[in-house]
């Protein structure tokens, strides 16, 4: 890893970018509150905002460390005190799993924020554009960081780079040729659904009315459950999530078809009442389920 006098010739930040921001932190000491304000206001409608901000307690210890880290930005002292610190920062966002496309856009809303500070707050448009080229350049050491820390954390194998990546990518090739497989079986279910459904349809020509409709209806709800399988493979094939409110859902229609097919037996009021009571369990977890995926 590179010294933190070599990351700043790297950048070009010189002696004279270090006083031109201190000179800046009387400015932005009185943007502080404002800038966390309108950083919580950026970073919310991230879709995975809400795993790292749960409650209000960990949300202002966060802003506390917020407006640290900003003010530190314009402290004037960028020695090996402020790296190691920007060293700690980095590996707390690895160590929480923030994805790396969410701290490049959130210092992308900090360059913005600085550089409105600049224009509203210097007069003099040379001395503003100085000053913003000398944010822009601590700006770029300070995602440095962040990003190395990623790259560290990547770096650790148990056997080596070149095995792990051909092991992963050999499992990702199984588990999607199984994915595959499963379709292909669900489709072929599907098939043999319909014609349970046929032979239903023909109890209600031959005159068993009952049956043939409750029959049919269980057969309908096989192979609504076997759609809904089919769409969910499908959507996770194409990259999307697990869904397991689907295998509840389908939990719940086989035991309402067991309910349907307990009352064609006439099985006993315990039996048939205990299939409900299980009816409603899943009910209440589907909900539950619903409940969390919505928040």
Request: proline residues 1%; hydrophobic residues 50%; charged residues 25%.
């Amino acid at each position: 890893m590179n010294t933190p006098s070599q990351i700043k010739t790297h950048y070009n930040f010189t002696n004279e970018d270090a006083s031109r921001l201190s000179r800046l932190r009387p400015v932005m000491e009185r943007y502080k509150d404002e800038f966390v304000v309108e950083f919580y206001d950026y970073v919310r409608h991230f879709e995975e905002a809400h795993k790292f901000f749960k409650d209000a307690e960990t949300i202002k210890r966060h802003q506390d460390a917020l407006k640290v880290w900003f003010i530190a930005l314009f402290g004037g002292d960028y020695g090996e005190l402020y790296f190691k610190e920007l060293e700690k920062a980095g590996l707390a966002h690895v160590k929480i799993s923030l994805h790396a496309h969410y701290v490049n856009a959130a210092f992308h809303f900090v360059k913005s924020f600085t550089l409105g500070v600049i224009r509203k707050e210097e007069t003099d448009a040379e001395a503003g554009a100085e000053a913003g080229r000398s944010i822009e350049k601590i700006l770029d050491i300070n995602l440095d960081c962040f990003t190395s820390s990623y790259i560290e954390e990547e770096k650790k194998f148990f056997l080596s780079q070149k095995v792990e990546s051909y092991l992963i990518q050999m499992a990702n090739r199984f588990a999607h040729g199984l994915n595959i497989v499963l379709v292909i079986g669900l489709v072929f279910l599907g098939v043999m659904v319909i014609g349970l459904f046929t032979y239903d349809i023909i109890h209600i020509l031959d005159g068993d009315i009952e049956k043939g409709l409750l029959s049919s209806l269980g057969s309908l709800l096989m192979l609504w459950v076997v759609i809904e399988l089919m769409d969910t493979e499908i959507k996770h094939l194409k990259g999307g999530k697990f869904a397991i409110k689907v295998f509840i859902s389908v939990a719940l229609v086989a035991m309402i078809r067991k309910i349907l097919v307990a009352s064609l037996r006439h099985d006993a009021v315990e039996a048939q009442l205990s299939l409900v009571a299980a009816v409603a369990v899943l009910g209440v977890i589907y909900w539950l389920i619903s409940k969390a995926e919505a928040a």
